[in-house]
C-alpha cells in the first residue's frame, strides 16, 4: 500500500514530510490518486482561472486523476480566490476564520490555510487567498511546487514524481508582499537559441518567438513568482506587439509588460521603426515623427499593465542620435522625458506619476544622468551593471528619498564589448547575491530585471535572482550554496543534492577565474605553464575531476530524471571542462614540446563539445529543444586549431651551462616564492563601528572571499576614522627577510557605492596608521584595465614600505568603502636582503 505524502505548512519552508498513513487533522489532497475538488467563483480575475487550470493540471500529473471543478464549495475542497473580488474568500475574512494579517492590501501577497468549518455543509477546506490577482496566482503555484512539481518541469524536463495520496498537515502560510515591487528578466541576444528554437521547433507556424513561445515564459515567470518581462529584440526577432495577442496573453496571465533600456515607450525600434515611412531616428531633427511613434504605441498598450521606459538611445544599442556636447544630451534628454510623460499623462492617466516608469542610465547614459539628475522624481532609476555583474552606480541619500525609488538592471548574459558570454551560464550564484542586496540595501526595491539571453541553459542564475528579489535577506554571504542546494533538493531529491550542490560550486570557483568564452583572449592573461609553477595541469585536472563526479552523479538518478540532469548540470559541467582542455592543449602546443598530441588532444576536446551539443538539441526530451544550444555563438568561442606541422626531427637543445643553471636558482630566489594569503583565512575578523567582515561563501578564485556586512554605512576617509571606526583583518605573518615588501590586495571588480569614486581599503604593517589605497577606477568599455579586469574578475592595487626586521609581523588590512570584496592578499619582497 503506498505511502501518504505530508507536506508541513506550520512553517514557512513547508518542508516534505512522509507518514505511513494520514493523521486526524491532515487535510487529503490525494487519496488512492482521487485529488481533492477545487472551487473559485467564475468571476475571479481571468488570470486567477487560468493559473487554476494549471493547478488542474499539477494535480493531474501527480495523481493520474484531473481534480473536478466544484460548482460550490464542498467538504475537503480547495478554496480559491482574491480578497476584494471573491466573495467566498471575503467572507472568511470577515468572519475571521481566514487569517490575513500582513497579506490583505498588500502586494501580492498570499496565504493558504487549512479552515475548519470554513461556511455551512464544509467541515474543513484547504483555502488559497491572495491579496490582489498575482498574490492569489503565486499561491496557485506555491501548492503546485509543494506537491512536487518544479517551476523547470516544461523548460528544464525536471520530473513530477507520481504519488497517490498527499496530506497537508499544519495551519497556515503566508508569504509577501515581494521586497522588490516588479521582478523579471530580459530575454536578449536570442539569435542563437531561443529564435532558432521557437521558430523551427516548437512555433513554426509563426517561425518566430511567438504568442505561444511567450505564454510559456509567462507562466514559467509566474511558478518562480515573478511578474515583468522586457521581451526580445534583436534584429529578425518580431517586435512584441507585431502579433497582437501578445498583449492579451500577457493580460490573460497577469504580467506586466516592459521594454529594454534601449527601446523606450514599449517599442521595438529594431523591428518597428522604418526610416522610409517614420524619417531619420532623431529627436533633434524630427520631433514630431518620434512622438507620434510612441503615442501610437501608448494608444494600444496603455490599457494593459506595463511599465515605460523613458529616455532616448540609438535604434539598437546606440547612443542617441542628435550629436552636441554631453551637457546638450543631458538638457535633451529632459525634454525628451518631459514629451513621453505628456503622452502618458494624455493617453493613460492625467495623474502620471500613478503611471509606472524607468529610466535607465545603461552605458554612455550614465554620463548624462550624473550631469543633471534631477528627472521627476516618480520615475523609478534602474542602475545597470558593467555587463559582468557589478553594478556601476548606487543611490546616493537623496536618491533613496525619490517617491519613484530604484532598480537594477543585470546581466547573466552578454554580446559586447570586451568579450560576450552567450554560450554558458557561469555568474556566481554568490555574485548576483553580494551585488544585488547591496544594491538594495541602496534603495533597489522597486524593480529588478535580469538579462538572460536565451533563457537556457540560464536556469539555475535565473531563479536565483528572483528568490533573491522576493527576499534578498535570506542570503547572509556564508549560506550561498545552502539555498542552491534547496533548489537542487526539490528537482532531483534530498539525497543527491549535496553532491549536485557540491559539483556546482566547483563549476562556478573555475569558471570565475576565466570563463569559458574567455579562455584564450590576450587580455585575459591566458593559464601559463611556468607563471606560478604550473597553472595549466593542476586547472586540467581539476576539470577532470569534476566530470568524474559528474558521471557518478548521474548514476545515482532514475531514467526519469536524466533530461533534466543534463540540461541543468551535466551539458554546462562537461562541455565547459573540454573547452578547458582543447584550450589549454592549446597553450602547450604554443609551448613547444611534442606538438601533435597536444592538437590531438585539442581536436578531441573540440568533437565531444560538438556531439554533446548535438544531443541536447536532438536527443535530450525527444528532440524538444532542437536549435536551442549552440556551442558557438557569434563565432566566438571555438578558437582555430592549427594545422599538424610539418614532420621533421624536433632541434636537440643542449644542456644548460653551470653559469645558466646559477643564473636561474639565483632569479627564482629573489622573483619567487611570493607570500599569498586567502582573506578569508585572516588571522583575526575585528569588527568595527558598525559592522564586520564577513566570509562569502562561493566567488574569489578560492571559492570564498570577505565583504562588509551591513553594507550600508559610510565610507571612510581619514586614517585616524579608519583606524578608529572601520572593520579590520588582520594577517600574522613571518617574514623571512627585511627589506621592502609589496603587498597586493586582489579584490573583485566592484564598483564604490559613492558614484564616481575609486574602489578603496586601507593597509599597514603592526601599529602604523592605516594608508589608503585606491583600485583603477572604471572609465568606459573601451578602457584597456577596466577590460582586463571584468574578463578576469579582478582588480589590484597595494604600496610597498620598508620592513626593518624579519620575522613576525601584522598586515592590518581595513575597509574604506563598504562595497569592497577582497580575494587574497599577495606579499613579496622586492630584493634579497640577510635576515637580520
Not at 270 to 278: C, S
Not at 387 to 393: A, D, E, S
Not at 431 to 459: F, H, Q, S
Not at 645 to 656: C, E
Request: contains cysteine; proline residues 7%.
Amino acid at each position: 500500500m503506498a505511502g501518504w505524502l505530508t507536506l508541513n505548512l506550520s512553517t514557512t519552508k513547508a518542508e516534505l514530510a512522509l507518514a505511513s498513513s494520514p493523521r486526524r487533522d491532515d487535510f487529503i489532497l490525494l487519496r488512492a490518486s482521487k485529488p481533492a475538488a477545487i472551487f473559485i467563483e467564475p468571476s475571479e480575475d481571468r488570470a486567477v482561472l487560468r493559473a487554476v487550470g494549471d493547478l488542474v493540471t499539477d494535480l493531474e500529473s501527480v495523481g493520474g486523476t484531473k481534480p473536478a471543478l466544484a460548482a460550490e464549495p464542498e467538504d475537503g475542497c480547495v478554496i480559491i480566490g482574491t480578497l476584494g473580488r471573491s466573495k467566498c474568500i471575503d467572507a472568511l475574512a470577515a468572519t475571521g476564520k481566514l487569517e490575513t494579517n500582513g497579506v490583505a492590501g498588500q502586494w501580492e501577497g498570499y496565504v493558504l490555510q487549512i479552515v475548519e468549518n470554513p461556511l455551512p455543509g464544509v467541515k474543513r477546506a484547504l483555502v488559497i487567498a491572495g491579496s490582489d490577482r498575482r498574490g492569489t496566482i503565486y499561491g496557485i503555484y506555491e501548492l503546485s511546487e509543494m506537491i512536487g512539481v518544479s517551476p523547470w518541469h516544461w523548460w528544464a524536463d525536471v520530473p513530477v514524481q507520481r504519488q497517490k495520496n498527499l496530506a497537508l498537515h499544519g495551519d497556515l502560510r503566508k508569504q509577501g508582499p515581494p521586497a522588490v515591487k516588479y521582478r523579471g528578466i530580459f530575454l536578449n541576444d536570442e539569435d542563437w537559441g531561443l529564435r532558432p528554437w521557437a521558430s523551427k521547433t516548437f512555433e513554426p507556424e509563426t517561425g518566430n518567438i511567438g504568442p505561444k513561445t511567450y505564454a510559456k515564459i509567462f507562466e514559467l515567470l509566474l511558478r518562480l513568482r515573478a511578474n515583468y518581462l522586457w521581451p526580445a529584440m534583436h534584429p529578425d526577432t518580431r517586435a512584441f506587439n507585431f502579433y497582437p495577442t501578445n498583449k492579451e496573453i500577457a493580460d490573460t496571465y497577469g504580467i506586466v509588460m516592459g521594454s529594454s533600456h534601449c527601446e523606450q515607450m514599449l517599442r521595438d525600434n529594431v523591428d518597428e521603426w522604418k526610416t522610409d515611412l517614420n524619417g531619420e531616428y532623431n529627436y533633434v531633427n524630427n520631433r514630431d515623427g518620434v512622438l507620434k511613434f510612441w503615442e501610437q504605441r501608448v494608444q494600444e498598450n496603455g490599457k494593459y499593465e506595463s511599465i515605460y521606459t523613458l529616455g532616448m538611445r540609438g535604434i539598437h544599442d546606440g547612443a542617441m542620435p542628435g550629436g552636441g556636447t554631453e551637457r546638450e544630451k543631458a538638457e535633451r534628454l529632459h525634454r525628451i522625458i518631459s514629451d513621453q510623460r505628456g503622452l502618458l499623462a494624455r493617453l493613460v492617466n492625467p495623474n502620471v506619476a500613478q503611471v509606472p516608469q524607468i529610466f535607465c542610465p545603461y552605458k554612455e547614459v550614465l554620463p548624462l544622468y550624473r550631469l543633471a539628475p534631477d528627472i521627476p522624481e516618480d520615475i523609478t532609476l534602474v542602475w545597470p551593471d558593467d555587463n559582468y555583474g557589478y553594478i556601476r552606480q548606487f543611490s546616493n541619500a537623496r536618491e533613496r528619498q525619490r517617491s519613484g525609488g530604484a532598480g537594477v538592471y543585470y546581466h547573466v548574459s552578454y554580446w559586447g564589448a570586451p568579450h560576450d558570454y552567450l554560450w554558458l551560464c557561469t555568474t556566481p550564484p554568490a555574485l548576483i547575491a553580494e551585488e544585488m542586496t547591496k544594491a538594495y540595501d541602496y534603495g533597489a526595491d522597486r524593480l529588478w530585471v535580469v538579462n538572460v539571453g536565451d533563457l537556457k541553459p540560464a536556469e539555475l542564475d535565473i531563479e536565483f535572482f528572483l528568490k533573491l528579489a522576493w527576499n534578498p535577506h535570506v542570503w547572509n554571504g556564508t549560506n550561498t550554496y545552502d539555498l542552491l542546494e534547496k533548489q537542487l533538493a526539490r528537482d532531483f531529491g534530498a539525497g543527491n543534492a549535496p553532491e549536485l550542490t557540491a559539483i556546482l560550486a566547483e563549476y562556478y570557483r573555475l569558471n570565475f577565474r576565466r570563463k569559458p568564452e574567455y579562455l584564450g583572449i590576450e587580455l585575459t592573461n591566458t593559464f601559463s605553464l611556468t607563471r606560478d609553477g604550473d597553472e595549466v595541469q593542476p586547472r586540467l585536472d581539476a576539470w577532470r575531476k569534476l566530470r568524474k563526479r559528474v558521471e557518478w552523479a548521474e548514476r545515482k538518478l532514475g531514467p526519469e530524471a536524466r533530461d533534466g540532469f543534463f540540461e541543468l548540470v551535466a551539458y554546462p559541467v562537461h562541455v565547459a571542462a573540454l573547452i578547458n582542455e582543447k584550450a589549454l592543449a592549446l597553450v602547450k602546443y604554443a609551448a613547444g614540446g611534442e606538438r601533435e598530441p597536444q592538437l590531438a588532444e585539442a581536436q578531441r576536446a573540440q568533437k565531444e563539445i560538438e556531439c554533446l551539443t548535438e544531443t541536447y538539441n536532438r536527443a535530450i526530451a525527444g528532440g524538444k529543444w532542437r536549435g536551442m544550444m549552440m556551442a558557438n555563438p557569434r563565432a566566438q568561442v571555438a578558437f582555430n586549431i592549427p594545422a599538424p606541422p610539418p614532420s621533421q626531427a624536433q632541434p636537440v637543445r643542449p644542456p644548460p651551462s653551470a653559469t645558466e643553471k646559477l643564473r636561474a636558482a639565483a632569479g627564482s630566489v629573489q622573483a619567487s616564492r611570493p607570500i599569498v594569503m586567502e582573506a578569508e583565512h585572516a588571522s583575526q575578523f575585528v569588527p568595527g563601528l558598525d559592522a564586520s567582515w564577513r566570509t562569502i561563501m562561493g566567488l574569489g578564485y578560492n571559492g570564498a572571499a570577505v565583504a562588509i556586512f551591513p553594507v550600508k554605512i559610510s565610507v571612510r576617509e581619514t586614517p585616524e576614522r579608519i583606524q578608529a571606526e572601520s572593520p579590520r583583518l588582520i594577517f600574522s605573518v613571518c617574514l623571512p627577510t627585511s627589506g621592502d615588501w609589496s603587498a597586493t590586495i586582489r579584490a573583485l571588480p566592484t564598483f564604490s557605492v559613492e558614484a564616481g569614486r575609486p574602489q578603496r581599503c586601507a593597509l599597514a604593517w603592526d601599529n602604523a596608521l592605516p594608508a589608503i589605497i585606491s583600485f583603477p577606477a572604471s572609465t568606459t568599455e573601451r578602457d584597456r584595465q577596466w577590460q582586463t579586469n571584468v574578463l578576469r574578475n579582478i582588480t589590484e592595487a597595494g604600496f610597498t614600505n620598508l620592513i626593518e626586521r624579519a620575522g613576525q609581523h601584522l598586515l592590518n588590512v581595513w575597509m574604506v568603502d563598504p562595497g569592497i570584496v577582497i580575494d587574497q592578499i599577495r606579499l613579496g619582497a622586492s630584493g634579497i636582503t640577510r635576515h637580520k
